[in-house]
């Protein structure tokens, strides 16, 4: 009868251990996969802002005084197109740089979604075949503001003399602790909120806020 016990006993013992040994394999896999999905969510927005800031940079450049108030050619917040130069040692034609950002992946959670936006980047040179590339996803579709000069928002797109880029990244893929998930989200009532705390789960940490001011546009 005791061997039987002790048995029995060995059994709970080992079955609680291993259990235990799961679940800290998998709390640590789950950090592992976060972490380093997370590094390249931010490597890949930095490589985004440098790109974007340098573009921006050369909004006007060689472009004549007189046409100052056509440089701004398109000025949303999901669309920026500007004049520049780009070959001034080959013509005196202008040049284009268009940003362009277009909803691509709407992941799902139920009751509630998020959307993913590509940015397309095209480079239009004067008798050349336009250069269009996806430079990376974000999770903000409202990337540009429009200031005047001393940083309120252009109440006309003629006022503009800097411009503001935000960009927001994310890890949809972020693995959730499934009893913290639904401790959190049970709670919450109404899809708005649900996606607000879903969202802040997601650790939208990666951010970045640039304003450039242009001094083509400030002539």
Same mark, same amino acid.
């Given at each position: 009868m005791?061997?039987m016990l002790?048995?029995l006993?060995?059994?709970? $013992?080992?079955?609680? #251990?291993?259990i235990?040994?799961? /679940?800290v394999?998998?709390?640590?896999?789950?950090?592992?996969? @976060?972490? !380093?999905a997370?590094?390249?969510v931010?490597?890949?927005?930095?490589?985004?802002?440098?790109?974007?800031?340098?573009d921006?940079?050369?909004m006007?450049?060689g472009?004549?005084?007189?046409?100052?108030?056509t440089i701004?050619?398109v000025a949303?917040?999901?669309?920026?197109k500007?004049?520049?130069?780009?070959?001034a040692s080959?013509?005196?034609?202008?040049?284009?740089?268009?940003?362009t950002?277009?909803?691509?992946?709407?992941i799902d959670?139920?009751?509630t979604?998020?959307?993913?936006y590509n $940015?397309?980047?095209? #480079?239009?040179i004067?008798?050349? /075949?336009?250069d269009?590339?996806?430079?990376?996803?974000?999770? @903000?579709? !409202?990337?540009?503001r429009?200031?005047?000069?001393?940083g309120n928002p252009?109440?006309?797109?003629m006022?503009?003399?800097?411009?503001?880029?935000?960009?927001v990244?994310f890890?949809?893929?972020?693995?959730?602790?499934?009893?913290?998930v639904?401790?959190?989200?049970?709670?919450?009532?109404?899809?708005?909120q649900?996606?607000e705390?879903?969202t802040?789960?997601?650790r939208?940490?990666f951010?970045?806020q640039?304003?450039?001011?242009?001094?083509n546009l400030?002539r």
């Amino acid at each position: 009868m005791n061997s039987m016990l002790d048995i029995l006993a060995g059994m709970l $013992i080992g079955g609680m #251990i291993m259990i235990l040994t799961l /679940t800290v394999t998998e709390r640590g896999n789950r950090e592992f996969f @976060n972490y !380093n999905a997370d590094a390249i969510v931010q490597s890949n927005l930095a490589q985004i802002a440098h790109i974007t800031e340098w573009d921006l940079r050369k909004m006007g450049y060689g472009i004549k005084e007189a046409q100052t108030p056509t440089i701004l050619q398109v000025a949303e917040d999901d669309q920026l197109k500007y004049l520049t130069h780009l070959n001034a040692s080959t013509d005196q034609v202008a040049d284009t740089i268009e940003y362009t950002i277009i909803p691509d992946e709407v992941i799902d959670y139920g009751d509630t979604s998020l959307t993913m936006y590509n $940015i397309y980047r095209k #480079i239009t040179i004067a008798g050349e /075949t336009p250069d269009v590339n996806m430079i990376g996803k974000i999770g @903000n579709g !409202n990337v540009f503001r429009y200031l005047d000069q001393i940083g309120n928002p252009a109440p006309v797109q003629m006022a503009t003399r800097m411009v503001e880029v935000t960009l927001v990244a994310f890890n949809p893929r972020v693995v959730l602790s499934p009893d913290f998930v639904a401790a959190r989200l049970d709670s919450v009532n109404g899809a708005k909120q649900r996606k607000e705390e879903l969202t802040r789960l997601l650790r939208p940490s990666f951010w970045r806020q640039t304003r450039l001011v242009s001094k083509n546009l400030r002539r």
